[in-house]
Every structure is written in structure tokens, then in C-alpha cells.
């Protein structure tokens, strides 16, 4: 597995920043698909070789031989904290890639455990666990048995994601809105957005109104505009969660996990796509890969 990042130790390409002159924050000068996602394109799996899908229903994306990369929300019990019993050691997975379906076993899965914390102490104190992505970190690793070589490798790119940045997003999720209909069979739609900055989460719906709660969430999630925001862009979807966010001019350079969205009305569509920002967990990512990413 290769990583992008800027540790002096380590002699690895580091991936240029890509911007958009974007003042506003509201457009960019970017090479926008259109179609599906809500919003984006159905994508060729040899345009995305990494991008996978978890037939229990989320997306992932494979980062060396036997890991694969995707959001701890897919793989931890919400109700307990603890692994959700298909990711447990010895438990058998069902990965889609492209049209095509494989088998594989879990050895380890691998949740960051600020989000298991977060998990156990919003069930402790009575509250809703849905949205503990906003302040934890929704990422976590699975461990499998077979190396699957039909499947590509993604990087993880390690370097901070600026606002403006062009990224792509993506999943196998829903098409329509929150709630709404998800294709059968499932097919990967990815699409260009960009990221924004904290004022972005203005107006949101839920308790995101306070400044605190707002600084907490862009501190743990890349922020990136969706069709509430521009229409223009993509929104993520359920079924879309753990799904790879790639550099628009990279998709095997991996910068964040797609983990939950904000609301500015009762539409369904989000305005704001959240992901789980990589460059702040570089030394959980290289112990993990180091360890065993064979």
C-alpha cells in the first residue's frame, strides 16, 4: 500500500494541492458530471479499481492486499459500541465490485476509538448515537483473510484538504433523497464537488446551530458542498457511508470516508457532505498499514 503524506521520515511522494478560485464558496470551476448519486454519474469500476461495496450495505474502498478502508459507523453496533457481529474475526463478507460479487473473511476490524467512545457515552447519557460522526472520527479498517486480486489498491493521501479543493464523491447508495429508492442491483455513482468551509454548516437543521458544535465538526470532517449548497454537486446518500473520497485528479488518492451530511430543510438532500478527515490521523493510519497492510 502506498501512503501520500508529508513526514520528513518517510520518503513518499506528496500529492500537490489542487484549489478553485472560489471566494463565495457557492461555485467552482470544476468538470461536473451529472446524472445520478444525488447527482454524479454512474460510474466505470475500472475508473474507480479501489471502490468496493460491503454487501451489508455500505461502501468501502481496498487500501492494500487484505484492508479495506471504511466508515466505523458501518461496522460498530450503535446500539452497544462494540463490532457489529458480521465484522467480527472468523465472519464471512460479501464485497461487490463493478457487477461482479466475492467472499472474503474478516481476520480484524478496526474502528477508530474515538467513535467507539463517542458511541458508549451518547447511549450512556440517554442520547442519539446516529450522529456521533461530528464529534469522533467515523473511519475504521477491516482486516481480511484472501488477498482479491480482481480489486484494485488505493492510496491514502495524507496531506490537509484545503477549502476549494476539487474532490470526488461517490457510493452505492440511494439516488433520489434520504429515504428514497436505492437501485437493484447496486452500482457505484461517483461525482465532482469541492471542499468548504465551516460557514457552510449555516442554517443547518438538528443541533448544529452552535458555534462549538459547528468547530467540532469541521474539525473531525472535510466539509464539501452538496445540492443544497450547489446544485451542481453531488449529496451523499445512506448506502453511500464508508465510500472512498478521492482528489478529482487522482481516484486512487483516498483523503477522507464519507460519514453523515446536513440538513437546511425537510427535502432530503443534504447541503453539506461530511468525511472523516485522514490527514489528522496519521500515525493511527501508519501504525495500522504498517502492521497490516501486507
Not at 128 to 148: G, Q, T
Not at 205 to 222: A, D, E, K, L, T
Request: glycine content about 8%.
Amino acid at each position: 500500500m502506498k501512503l501520500h503524506q508529508s513526514l520528513n521520515f518517510f520518503s513518499l511522494v506528496i500529492l500537490g494541492c489542487l484549489s478553485a478560485c472560489n471566494p463565495q464558496g457557492h461555485q467552482a470551476p470544476l468538470s461536473i458530471r451529472s446524472g445520478n448519486l444525488i447527482g454524479g454519474s454512474v460510474a466505470d469500476p475500472k475508473d474507480y479499481p479501489a471502490t468496493i461495496r460491503l454487501i451489508s450495505g455500505c461502501t468501502a474502498a481496498k487500501v492494500a492486499p487484505k484492508l479495506i478502508l471504511t466508515a466505523a459507523h458501518c461496522v460498530v453496533d450503535l446500539h452497544t459500541g462494540d463490532i457489529r457481529a458480521n465484522y467480527q474475526t472468523d465472519s464471512k463478507i460479501g464485497i461487490q465490485y463493478g457487477s461482479k460479487t466475492y467472499t472474503d473473511f474478516v481476520v480484524e476490524t478496526l474502528p477508530h476509538e474515538s467513535f467507539v467512545n463517542a458511541v458508549k457515552a451518547a447511549n450512556a447519557a440517554g442520547n442519539s448515537p446516529n450522529n456521533v460522526s461530528k464529534d469522533s472520527y467515523d473511519v475504521a479498517f477491516i482486516v481480511v483473510r484472501e488477498n482479491l486480486t480482481d480489486i484494485g489498491e488505493a492510496e491514502i493521501d495524507l496531506n490537509k484538504v484545503l477549502v476549494t479543493d476539487p474532490l470526488i464523491v461517490g457510493g452505492y447508495g440511494c439516488e433520489d433523497h434520504l429515504g428514497g429508492t436505492t437501485p437493484s442491483p447496486r452500482h457505484y455513482k461517483a461525482g465532482e464537488t469541492y471542499a468548504v468551509d465551516i460557514d457552510a454548516l449555516a442554517g443547518a437543521r438538528g443541533n448544529y446551530s452552535s458555534r462549538s458544535v459547528q468547530q467540532s465538526i469541521f474539525q473531525h470532517n472535510i466539509l464539501t458542498a452538496a445540492q443544497k449548497f450547489d446544485s451542481a454537486v453531488p449529496s451523499i446518500c445512506p448506502g453511500d457511508s464508508g465510500g472512498p473520497v478521492y482528489r478529482a485528479n487522482d481516484h486512487l488518492a483516498i483523503v477522507g470516508v464519507n460519514s453523515y451530511y446536513s440538513f437546511n430543510d425537510e427535502s432530503g438532500i443534504s447541503t453539506t457532505n461530511w468525511h472523516t478527515r485522514l490527514s489528522n490521523l496519521k500515525t493511527w493510519v501508519l501504525d495500522i498499514v504498517d502492521a497490516r497492510g501486507e
